[in-house]
């Protein structure tokens, strides 16, 4: 079974959602406090290397705003 999951580097990350206003310091603030904020769903870490799976930072957008952004 192949999964055909879209990945994205933490500095191309922003790039995808102009107009929300991420930067690379706010995505890696994000990694660095997901265990409380709920971001750890969407890191995939191969390595060293840490990967964002845009379907699941998708699915963590449409939950912050359905509950105004507060954890």
Request: hydrophobic share 35%; aromatic share 12%.
């Amino acid at each position: 079974m192949t999964s055909n999951k879209r990945l994205s580097t933490v500095k191309n990350l922003p790039s995808f959602y102009p107009d929300a206003g991420f930067t690379e310091s706010s995505i890696r603030w994000l990694i660095f406090n997901s265990g409380e904020n709920g971001f750890n769903h969407c890191i995939r870490r191969v390595g060293r290397k840490v990967l964002i799976d845009l379907d699941s930072f998708n699915e963590w957008m449409d939950n912050e705003a359905l509950q105004g952004g507060s954890r």
